[in-house]
């Protein structure tokens, strides 16, 4: 069953933008405490690159994308988006799309299933 949908990867050339999107269910989207976007390079481990709360209110950047990478969430179409600017080839990664919460006291955990982000000239 898929809970996520990932979109908008690609190759762009160094000092380009993309903007990544992350659709859930209504259901899922709706009881999601924490949203974020991870990546992994060739050979690196998985790393937290932007997450934002329920509300919106809260964010959280790795400092390596900090100024150059907003995340959002568009509510009325359970997506989350990642607008990735001044892009660097060390941004090259498969992006993943997370989102955690709890129903009816249990926990949830899904991961979409990555977008290949190549930055390259």
């Known amino acids: 069953q898929v809970q996520l949908v990932e979109s908008g990867g690609g190759l762009v050339q160094p000092g380009g933008s993309l903007r990544l999107s992350c659709a859930a269910s209504?259901?899922?989207?709706?009881?999601?405490?924490?949203m974020g976007w991870y990546r992994q390079a060739p050979g690196k481990e998985r790393e937290l690159v932007a997450a934002?709360?329920?509300?919106?209110?809260?964010?959280n950047y790795a400092d390596s994308v900090k100024g150059r990478f907003t995340i959002s969430r568009v509510n009325a179409k359970n997506t989350v988006t990642l607008q990735m600017n001044s892009l660097k080839p060390e941004d090259t990664a498969v992006y993943y799309c997370?989102?955690?919460?709890?129903?009816?006291?249990?926990?949830?955990?899904?991961w979409g299933q990555g977008t290949q982000v190549t930055v390259s000239s």
């Open positions: 997370n989102t955690n919460g709890t129903v009816w006291g249990k926990n949830f955990d899904y």
């Open positions: 209504r259901f899922i989207f709706i009881n999601t405490i924490t």
């Open positions: 934002i709360t329920r509300t919106g209110g809260s964010t």
